[in-house]
């Protein structure tokens, strides 16, 4: 993807020690490495398979004030304020208290006009000191209270809106706030709804799947099997931007209508979006190999297409309840 940095401002929150340092000038964006930082962040993040997708409410102050924003009636200092504000009231009435800096950018992100939040918090690392005292010089160690995370790490909480459309991508956590059970970065600071994630919904297709199965007498290996090669298949062949679930219930619970209609159900409760969008993510997990464990302690990897299919792996239940796998067609066993 490709980011490119416009406006940028920090402010630092401790609500350990109650004091909080608002800016009152903008990050130098044209500084290589403070321009790298904040980049490379939004990089490892914004395409994430765990961000949420969200919608504000009728009543939330951020997007009142990011339209002002917008409008130009405000400046990115008086923008950031408000996010920052807001976020530090949060932290203050948690249960555990925190530190951390929020970085607040416009900027553009796949093309799109983005604002972007980032809560960064505040790490203890350890940096050197040279001490000189009566003409020695002496190097010591000592705690640093405020490393920020490196280039290298996930911020694990932080919101992207795009300034056309409003839309909202975001990932958070939840804390204890006045004695609720509340999401800092949903509930507090953007006051909107969510769909839970890609990732989320994926797992919950699986592990939905495997229940009715399970539940129903079925066989959840190959279930699992015609879930990976249904999505493959489509997304290789179709080139889709998206997967339906109820696409999937139709092929995997093909002639078992009680099953499909069950899992249609389930996911239902489970709140996963009737249009599951196809990502890296999707793309990956669901192109990986089935894997199997067995009790003896052998393990198995192989295409989801191999399942049942007898030219190359035969599953056989024999007479006394156990399992024997057989691998056909092999040319030749590399000892990795």
């Known amino acids: 993807m490709i980011v490119s940095i416009k406006n940028a401002i920090l402010h630092i929150l401790d609500a350990n020690s109650g004091v909080s340092v608002f800016s009152d000038t903008e990050l130098d964006v044209s500084d290589a490495s403070i321009n790298n930082f904040i980049t490379k962040h939004i990089e490892k993040i914004y395409e994430d398979a765990g961000l949420r997708s969200g919608e504000f409410t009728d009543n939330s102050g951020f997007k009142y004030h990011l339209t002002e924003y917008i409008n130009g009636e405000i400046d990115l200092q008086s923008f950031s304020l408000f996010v920052a504000e807001r976020l530090y009231e949060g932290i203050k009435s948690a249960e555990n208290t925190e530190s951390c800096d929020v970085i607040v950018c416009d900027c553009i992100a796949n093309e799109q006009p983005t604002i972007a939040i980032l809560k960064c918090d505040n790490k203890i690392g350890y940096t050197h000191q040279v001490i000189q005292s009566d003409g020695k010089i002496s190097n010591a160690l000592i705690n640093h209270y405020a490393i920020l995370p490196t280039t290298t790490q996930k911020i694990s909480e932080c919101a992207f809106i795009n300034q056309n459309d409003f839309s909202i991508k975001y990932s958070g956590k939840k804390r204890k706030i006045d004695g609720e059970t509340t999401d800092l970065i949903a509930d507090v600071l953007l006051e909107c709804y969510f769909d839970i994630s890609v990732k989320e919904s994926i797992n919950a297709v699986k592990k939905i799947a495997k229940k009715v199965t399970d539940d129903n007498g079925g066989d959840s290996i190959e279930t699992s099997a015609k879930i990976k090669q249904f999505i493959v298949e489509n997304i290789e062949e179709n080139e889709y931007e998206y997967i339906e679930p109820e696409e999937i219930a139709k092929s995997v619970f093909d002639?078992?209508?009680?099953?499909?209609?069950?899992?249609?159900?389930?996911?239902?409760?489970?709140?996963?979006?009737?249009?599951?969008?196809?990502?890296?993510?999707?793309?990956?997990?669901?192109?990986?190999?089935?894997?199997?464990?067995?009790?003896?302690?052998?393990?198995?990897?192989?295409?989801?297409?191999?399942?049942?299919?007898?030219?190359?792996?035969?599953?056989i239940n024999n007479d006394d309840g156990t399992i024997s796998i057989q691998i056909n067609n092999i040319g030749e066993l590399i000892n990795k």
């Open 255 to 315: 002639g078992r209508p009680v099953m499909r209609e069950e899992f249609m159900e389930k996911l239902q409760e489970a709140n996963v979006p009737k249009k599951l969008e196809v990502n890296s993510y999707v793309t990956k997990k669901m192109s990986a190999n089935v894997k199997l464990s067995t009790d003896i302690g052998v393990e198995l990897s192989f295409p989801a297409e191999y399942y049942r299919d007898g030219k190359y792996i035969d599953i």
